[in-house]
């Protein structure tokens, strides 16, 4: 498990491109049988991925989570960006097909990933923070979210954004967690950009051809920067950053946020014409 310590507002402002990336992006996720995890100090939050091969691949507490087993303080969730597969949680076992998701609470203690054909892997994006009540293993299929259709062509940002992990629907201690789908033509999320100082928030940028790329905006309105995102590539959001992005073509994005509430609308906007 990789830790990453985020830089600050002030620090921010004075970082080149290289470190700006090095900070707040994930690039190393989704390697062919390997779990493989980073460590945020931002709300520690944990941002990880799961690609079984021929055998299940079981989920453990790094050392610097000092724990016995990786949910015993810790709840999850899983996305399958995938091909279907299963995932196994004390003995019950999940089938998960593509944008599957499945919450994973306090006190799980055996947790596996596995592919339906390994010549065509389940790929699993693991997103978890700490937790301090029990809320039971909950599967959430697409058709099970609750769908918020938004935007206009106009806009370029015609969007359906799925909650599947939230008040109202899936019952956590404080993980957020959903999926929001472009269509074809449109490119642009979260504009007007806003900020929510009570919570973080990660994002997955998929499903988008290879030599695509997202524009993440990140920072203060008066000082941002942006990140090129390639394909199955994590940003990290602190809370005192705002967040947009645009993309060279239509794609999909998991969005997760943990911290002081679970409110979804609990956000600050930012006017597009603070935006420097």
Not at 92 to 98: D, I, K, L, Q, Y
Not at 104 to 119: M, N, T, Y
Not at 160 to 175: A, D, E, M, N, R
Not at 182 to 207: A, I, K, Q
Request: proline letters at 7%.
């Amino acid at each position: 498990m990789q830790v990453r310590y985020l830089a600050d507002p002030v620090r921010f402002c004075r970082m080149t491109t290289r470190e700006v990336r090095e900070s707040f992006l994930v690039e190393t996720l989704f390697r062919p049988g390997a779990v493989d995890m980073v460590y945020a100090d931002a709300d520690r939050a944990i941002v990880g991925s799961a690609v079984p091969g021929g055998a299940p691949l079981a989920l453990e507490a790094a050392d610097a989570l000092r724990a016995d087993f990786f949910c015993q303080r810790r709840e999850l969730g899983v996305l399958n960006i995938g091909q279907p597969g299963t995932v196994t949680v004390d003995g019950r076992t999940h089938a998960m097909g593509s944008l599957d998701c499945l919450y994973i609470g306090r006190g799980s203690r055996d947790v596996r990933f596995s592919s339906g054909d390994p010549e065509h892997a389940a790929e699993y994006y693991l997103l978890s923070f700490p937790a301090h009540a029990d809320f039971p293993t909950a599967h959430v299929r697409p058709e099970q979210a609750d769908p918020v259709r938004l935007g206009s062509a106009e806009a370029s940002n015609r969007r359906t954004i799925y909650k599947c992990i939230h008040p109202g629907g899936v019952q956590s201690c404080q993980l957020v967690m959903g999926f929001t789908v472009l269509e074809p033509g449109s490119v642009w999320n979260t504009m007007p950009p806003h900020t929510h100082e009570r919570r973080m928030e990660v994002y997955l940028y998929f499903d988008m051809p290879g030599d695509a790329r997202v524009f993440h905006l990140m920072g203060g309105p008066a000082e941002t920067r942006h990140i090129a995102v390639a394909p199955r590539q994590v940003v990290l959001s602190p809370s005192w950053s705002m967040h947009a992005g645009v993309g060279t073509a239509a794609y999909t994005f998991c969005w997760g946020m943990g911290g002081e509430n679970q409110a979804f609308d609990d956000m600050d906007a930012v006017p597009i014409g603070d935006i420097l």
